[in-house]
């Protein structure tokens, strides 16, 4: 069993190894199926400094949650500048790519086990609960504006209520491929692999700046 820390012992190590613990019981086993025992056990510390850092295992859930947001939407943000700066007048499938790679690339991150955040987000992201509802809010919901924004000003006709569904609709897409479940290439025969991450991205850009801009365009035809 690994060594007890105490409070005492590089603090934010502790911290640190509580945040990868409770990531992965919550992935598996969900809020109200995890122990702080549990998460203090798989931590290698003791279950009192749980509380000491987080105070109780709500607050421990809302900064597992954060703690990987706020990873993704700093790449996003970083992507989304640099482009800026090569070309201010940006496309859709341009600004597709810098909302849709962060988010899948982190699920296929292996060095940090970036699947048990995207089994975590999926759950919570679709979840209709109150706790759900108030995390995907406060981590997410400035991002989306921006993005949503941006929708509207790179496709003619689109309204704002449109680009909420289309934002809605990609991040649907991102959280189905952040996933290595095996099933594309299943059903591809291997023509589609989970691995092959670049390939994704691409293809989910087609199909999402396709389905954006139809929506602009379906009330003009007859």
């Known amino acids: 069993m690994a060594s007890q820390m105490t409070a005492l012992d590089s603090p934010q190590e502790a911290a640190e190894s509580l945040l990868d613990a409770a990531e992965a019981q919550f992935s598996e086993n969900g809020f109200h199926g995890t122990t702080t025992r549990a998460i203090a056990a798989g931590a290698g510390v003791n279950a009192a400094l749980l ?21 993704i939407n700093a790449r996003r943000r970083a992507l989304l500048a640099d482009l800026l700066a090569r070309n201010p007048a940006l496309s859709l499938e341009t600004l597709l790519e810098a909302f849709l790679r962060p988010t899948i690339e982190f699920g296929h991150d292996t ?106 365009t379906r009330r003009y035809d007859t």
């Open 51 to 71: 509380h000491y850092y987080f105070g109780s295992k709500e607050q421990l859930f809302a900064t597992v949650v954060e703690r990987r947001a706020a990873e």
């Open 111 to 216: 060095t940090r086990d970036g699947q048990r955040y995207a089994r975590l987000l999926v759950h919570v992201a679709a979840g209709t609960d109150e706790r759900s509802r108030r995390l995907t809010a406060q981590n997410y919901n400035a991002i989306a504006q921006e993005f949503i924004a941006r929708f509207v000003d790179a496709v003619p006709g689109l309204t704002h209520r449109e680009a909420v569904r289309g934002y809605l609709f990609a991040v649907s897409i991102a959280l189905s491929l952040m996933g290595r479940t095996g099933r594309a290439g299943d059903l591809s025969d291997g023509a589609c692999r989970d691995d092959d991450v670049d390939q994704a991205i691409e293809e989910a850009k087609i199909f999402a700046a396709a389905g954006i801009r139809a929506l602009a």
